[in-house]
C-alpha cells in the first residue's frame, strides 16, 4: 500500500496538477472490514476512481479475549493483506484504528496488548519508521496535503490508547461523569491543542467512535461528556471548516451540530444485524442506513466546496451534503 508520504517535489507537481485540472480531489472512506468475508464493495470503490482511502478503524476483526497474545490478530492481519485490492497500493492511505484492531472488544487503556498491536498496526500498514507513532503511544497522526488547490489538514484521533473505564455494559454503558475520565487522554490532547492550530482550509477529523451522537446504547463520545463538551468547544471555536468522520457503527448517517458536520461511515462488509434503521438522534440529518456503505467526498478548489455522500454497495447516492469551504 502506498504511503502517504511524498518528496517534496512530487507535491508541488501534485499543487500544480490540481490547480490546472477542474477534477475534484476524491477521498473514499469507510470502515469495519471483516477479513472472513467477502468483499465486494471494492469493485464498486474503484469505479469512483479515488485519489485516497480512509480506513475509519475495525480494519480487522482480531479481537484476543483480554490475553494480550495477539496470535487472532496476527492471522486477522495476514489474512486481510491477501484480500484488500491491488488498485488500492496506487492510493493514498490513511487509517485509524478502532476496537477489533486494537485488540479487544470495546477495550480500552487497560487492555494488556496494546503496545504489541500497535506494532501490528503500523507494520500492516507500511508506516515508514520516521514516523512519530513508532516512537509514541497510541496511533494518533496528522498530515497536510493540497487536494485541487485546497489546504487539508486530516487528524486521525486514537479513541483506544488511553480512553477510561466504560461503566455499566455491553449495550447498556452509562454516562462516566468523572471530569478525570478520559478518550484521548493527555498527551493526546496536548498534541491535539496545537496540531489543529496548523493553517488550512478544510480539516478532516478522523475519530473511530461517533463524536455527536448521543441517543444510541453503544460506545460514543458522549459516555464521557467532559471529553465531548471539550472536543466540542475546540471544533466550534475554529475557523477553518471542519469536516468529522467515524465508523464503528455498521449503520452510517450524517449529523450536524452548529457548522460542524459528521458522516459515519459503517460497515464496508459486516452491516448490523439490526436490520431496523428506525434510530433517533437529536443531531442526525435523515435516517440511519443498515446494509454494506462507504463514503466519498468531493474536494473542489474552483468552486471552494465540499461535497460529501453516503454510497451503497451499487454506488448509489444514500445521502448528501454540500458544504462552502470558509
Keep these: 500500500m502506498k504511503s502517504y508520504y511524498r518528496p517534496a517535489l512530487f507535491l508541488l507537481l501534485i499543487s500544480i496538477s490540481n490547480a490546472v485540472y477542474s477534477d475534484p480531489f476524491k477521498i473514499a472512506f469507510g470502515s469495519c472490514l471483516d477479513q472472513d468475508l467477502p468483499q465486494p464493495i471494492w469493485s464498486t470503490i474503484q469505479k469512483d476512481e479515488v485519489n485516497a482511502f480512509i480506513f475509519l478503524g475495525d480494519n480487522v476483526y482480531g479481537d484476543d479475549n483480554s490475553s494480550g497474545e495477539l496470535n487472532i490478530?496476527?492471522?486477522?492481519?495476514?489474512?486481510?493483506?491477501?484480500?484488500?485490492?491491488?488498485?488500492?497500493?496506487?492510493?493514498?492511505?490513511?487509517?485509524?484504528?478502532?476496537?477489533?484492531?486494537?485488540?479487544?472488544?470495546?477495550?480500552?487503556?487497560?487492555?494488556?496488548?496494546?503496545?504489541?498491536?500497535?506494532?501490528?498496526?503500523?507494520?500492516?500498514?507500511?508506516i515508514p519508521n520516521g514516523d512519530q507513532r513508532h516512537t509514541q503511544e497510541g496511533v494518533y497522526f496528522d498530515h497536510e496535503f493540497m487536494a485541487d488547490g485546497v489546504r487539508v489538514h486530516l487528524i486521525g484521533l486514537d479513541t483506544r490508547y488511553f480512553r477510561s473505564e466504560l461503566d455499566g455494559g455491553f449495550r447498556s454503558y452509562k454516562v462516566n461523569d468523572n471530569d478525570q475520565a478520559t478518550i484521548l487522554g493527555t498527551n493526546q490532547w496536548s498534541w491535539l491543542n496545537k496540531t489543529i492550530k496548523k493553517d488550512a482550509d478544510l480539516i478532516i477529523l478522523m475519530t473511530s467512535?461517533?463524536?455527536?451522537?448521543?441517543?444510541?446504547?453503544?460506545?460514543?463520545?458522549?459516555?464521557?461528556?467532559?471529553?465531548?463538551?471539550?472536543?466540542?468547544?475546540?471544533?466550534?471555536?475554529?475557523?477553518?471548516?471542519?469536516?468529522?468522520?467515524?465508523?464503528?457503527?455498521?449503520?452510517?448517517?450524517?449529523y450536524k451540530y452548529n457548522?460542524?458536520?459528521?458522516?459515519?461511515?459503517?460497515?464496508?462488509?459486516?452491516?448490523?444485524?439490526?436490520?431496523?434503521?428506525?434510530?433517533?438522534?437529536?443531531?442526525?440529518l435523515h435516517e440511519m442506513y443498515v446494509k454494506e456503505n462507504y463514503g466519498l467526498m468531493l474536494i473542489d478548489g474552483g468552486s471552494r466546496k465540499v461535497k460529501f455522500s453516503l454510497k451503497d454497495i451499487e454506488g448509489n447516492i444514500i445521502n448528501t451534503k454540500t458544504i462552502e469551504i470558509k
Design 259 to 284: 457548522n460542524i458536520y459528521e458522516i459515519t461511515a459503517s460497515a464496508l462488509n459486516k452491516p448490523s444485524s439490526r436490520k431496523s434503521s428506525k434510530e433517533t438522534d437529536p443531531l442526525l
Design 209 to 254: 467512535i461517533q463524536l455527536l451522537a448521543t441517543n444510541h446504547a453503544y460506545e460514543k463520545w458522549s459516555l464521557f461528556p467532559s471529553e465531548r463538551k471539550k472536543m466540542l468547544k475546540l471544533i466550534d471555536g475554529l475557523d477553518t471548516t471542519t469536516i468529522i468522520l467515524s465508523g464503528d457503527r455498521h449503520r452510517a448517517g450524517i
Design 73 to 126: 490478530l496476527q492471522k486477522a492481519y495476514s489474512k486481510q493483506k491477501l484480500k484488500l485490492p491491488s488498485w488500492l497500493s496506487e492510493k493514498d492511505i490513511y487509517s485509524i484504528w478502532d476496537d477489533h484492531d486494537y485488540g479487544e472488544n470495546d477495550g480500552g487503556n487497560s487492555y494488556k496488548g496494546k503496545k504489541e498491536s500497535q506494532e501490528l498496526f503500523l507494520n500492516f500498514w507500511g
